[in-house]
């Protein structure tokens, strides 16, 4: 039940990396066919996402569990929005585009613009100078902080320098070396799994 | 551009979830939930309007056959919602996994392995620009050493890692800094919306 | 005394998360009301980005992939607009395309913005916008083989064969200049394929949160130019002589920043005042 499924990998993956040097039209325009397929297969995992949850927040309503009635809201918004996108379609003069513009746009940038409010009280929490490392991660943070904006400018003209400075060099050196570090077990990951030595994705059983 | 209603309500779903830095309360949980729902059904409606629709429905519309491959690939990964059928999800997984890791190794070593060693070995600048470049190569090959778990950190390479790990503190130091900058960002957005578009009392851009 | 002292700087550490709450929304919303208009010095990174457009020949099709929503506009809808802006003042053409869903409506907003400020600019002789393709990285790798291949229609349904200045391009080699706005990994896809495998120059605006993380590719020659968070964009904005949403941010943007660091120095000052290497910590962060 699985060898079938790491060949498939390792005949796409090979696939892959063999039109990148193929030069070609054939092969680039196969290589569009297949990124096209890819594509299609990612929206019915989102499909069995969204059933996903909309299982578990039926489940919820129909066994009245904590909070059953905000389970209602999210079947309904999700059910409604799916239904009409599909109907109508997305653009803006449609109903979703609209419900979008509305609902998730600003609940969206609202959700995110909360994290300034929770970085500053965990800023004054955590953030403590208990060791060379931790202050080093301390300072840096601060010099930034106060040097990237305008009153950093204003404090003293040396503050812009110095912020291009811890920029291009030291943590341009340690970003160099994560890239690297990135790049490598990125490369090591997928030889592993396009050769059937990582089987993970597959599962258990 | 939204109108007055849609104002309102984007404004009042705003509020509702700055209520959750008093406390946890039935109107943030309303927005969450409206969220969450929204959010899902929009993606899948615009998955079906920009994937679904002209690269499978209208294509199999119009008498070619390739497309039920793609079709066939994504029913077959539902089967992931049931134990008993979830066996044959492996072969869609095996498909989209293949084709991305086939995509990456020639990418990731172009792009950050050769490219980023490239620039890692050319020669120091010229005059005082050296030291930055002595500074550079250090943190890069120290930060390197650190991640090297293969042999214990004593000695030489202990040294060496431990300098890695400053220009780590540094890199990281600057990261928080800018991340903090990215966040109140968000807040000041969502501060000059209720400002400007809901309670009109700044100029508008 | 002594006991009177410790007991203050104990309260301090315990305080309740809900002050530090208000005293940030107070620190945001202050300077929006009463601004202060520090100035606002550009960074050589962000020059640079300037000047690679400034370099592009007058007249020259400039590829533009605007690739954010709603939830992070903040920061990129601000510099899309300064590039815009700046694209028209040189008589380029930007092509404009995003591969996030909910950007179509953004970037008509953009465009309006830039273009009125700008005395007006007709649709497809001036700019084209080609609108959302799905795939992220497998529109990109098209984008290097056939554009008009991948966008039969634009936007708003025209032809792209039928357009007269897309007839002048078809792949990433046609255009001299790559610029995309973007807050996720598509800025890696793009300077993997775009700027990597095609060689194009290219210059990137991102979040304040991704910024620091291209140094590396600004000092390999991947990337041109930077553009980072909202105070890039606030950068570029003097640069091009506007003044947009990001410089009218910069004040409140200084002001939290102030008390985030004051609250930091609080803390750390508090914690050696209290003497123990671990404060009572009260109310959670």
């Known amino acids: 039940m699985r060898f079938g499924p790491i060949v498939v990998t390792f005949l796409t993956g090979t696939l892959l990396i063999a039109i990148f040097f193929i030069p070609h039209h054939a092969a680039q325009e196969t290589q569009s066919v297949i990124l096209e397929w890819a594509d299609i297969v990612y929206t019915f995992a989102l499909l069995l996402g969204s059933l996903s949850l909309w299982a578990m927040h039926q489940k919820k309503v129909q066994q009245r569990g904590e909070g059953w009635i905000y389970s209602v809201v999210t079947l309904v918004s999700l059910g409604g929005v799916t239904f009409l996108g599909v109907v109508q379609g997305v653009a803006g003069g449609t109903v979703v585009g609209r419900v979008y513009n509305m609902v998730n746009a600003p609940l969206a940038s609202t959700m995110f613009s909360l994290l300034a409010f929770f970085i500053a009280s965990a800023a004054f929490r955590a953030f403590r100078a208990r060791n060379v490392e931790a202050t080093l991660l301390l300072v840096t943070a601060i010099v930034m902080m106060i040097g990237r904006v305008s009153i950093g400018e204003y404090m003293w003209k040396g503050f812009p320098p110095l912020t291009e400075w ?12 994560v890239a690297l570090g990135i790049g490598l077990g990125a490369i090591s990951t997928a030889l592993k799994i396009i050769l059937g030595i990582d089987r993970s994705y597959l599962g258990r059983g | 551009m939204m109108n007055g209603f849609d104002t309102w309500v984007a404004a009042l779903l705003t509020l509702c979830v700055f209520s ?48 039920f491959i793609p079709l066939v690939l994504g029913i077959m990964i539902l089967g992931r919602m049931w134990e008993r059928t979830s066996g044959i999800a492996r072969w869609s997984l095996a498909f989209y996994v293949g084709i991305y890791s086939g995509i990456a190794i020639p990418s990731y070593l172009q792009a950050q392995i050769f490219a980023q060693l490239a620039d890692a070995v050319k020669p120091f600048q010229p005059g005082w620009g050296a030291i930055n470049s002595a500074l550079i190569l250090l943190g890069f090959l120290s930060v390197l050493a650190y991640f090297f778990f293969s042999a214990p950190h004593t000695g030489l390479h202990g040294v060496v890692g431990r300098i890695g790990i400053w220009f780590l503190m540094v890199a990281f130091g600057a990261s928080f800094g800018y991340t903090v900058m990215a ?11 209720l400002l400007r578009d809901w309670l009109h009392v700044l100029p508008g851009v | 005394m002594a006991a009177t002292t410790k007991s203050f700087w104990h309260r301090i550490l315990g305080i309740d998360r809900r002050w530090i709450f208000l005293l940030v929304g107070i620190g945001t919303t202050l300077p929006l009301l009463f601004p202060v208009n520090l100035p606002v010095a550009a960074s050589p990174r962000v020059k640079a980005a300037y000047q690679a457009v400034e370099d592009v020949p007058e007249g020259s099709l400039v590829l533009v992939s605007l690739d954010y929503e709603p939830d992070i506009m903040a920061e990129l809808q601000p510099m899309a607009i300064a590039v815009l802006r700046h694209c028209f003042r040189r008589h380029l053409k930007p092509v404009i395309l995003t591969l996030y869903p909910a950007g179509p409506g953004l970037i008509e907003r953009a465009l309006e913005i830039s273009s009125a400020a700008e005395g007006g600019r007709t649709r497809n ?142 803390g750390n000052v508090a914690l050696f005042a209290t003497g123990g290497p671990k404060p009572r910590i009260g109310g959670g962060a």
Do not use: C, W
Not at chain 3, 153 to 181: E, H, Q
């Open chain 1, 166 to 177: 811890l920029l291009d060099v030291p943590n341009l050196a340690a970003k160099r070396a």
């Open chain 2, 20 to 67: 959750f830095l008093y406390r946890d309360n039935p109107f943030y949980r309303f927005a969450e939930h409206l969220f969450v729902g929204s959010s899902a059904g929009y993606l899948l409606a615009v998955s079906y309007q920009n994937v679904l629709k002209p690269n499978v429905i209208e294509k199999i519309g119009h008498g070619q056959i390739l497309p």
């Open chain 2, 183 to 193: 966040r109140v960002s968000l807040l000041i957005a969502r501060m000059q919306f």
């Open chain 3, 125 to 266: 002789e001036d700019y084209v916008f080609l609108g959302y393709k799905s795939g992220n990285q497998a529109v990109i790798l098209g984008l290097g083989e056939n554009i008009r291949g991948l966008f039969p229609r634009d936007f708003y349904g025209t032809s792209t064969d039928s357009i007269p200045l897309m007839r002048r391009v078809n792949s990433f080699t046609d255009f001299p200049l790559l610029v995309n706005l973007s807050g996720s990994s598509i800025a890696d896809y793009y300077i993997r394929i775009g700027a990597s495998r095609y060689h194009r120059p290219m210059i990137l605006g991102s979040t304040a949160v991704m910024a620091s993380d291209y140094y590396p590719y600004l000092s390999s020659g991947q990337i041109k130019g930077l553009i980072g968070g909202m105070k890039g964009a606030a950068e570029y904005e003097r640069l091009v002589g506007i003044v947009g949403d990001a410089r009218h941010g910069m004040d409140a943007q200084s002001l939290v920043h102030v008390i985030v660091v004051l609250l930091v120095l609080l």
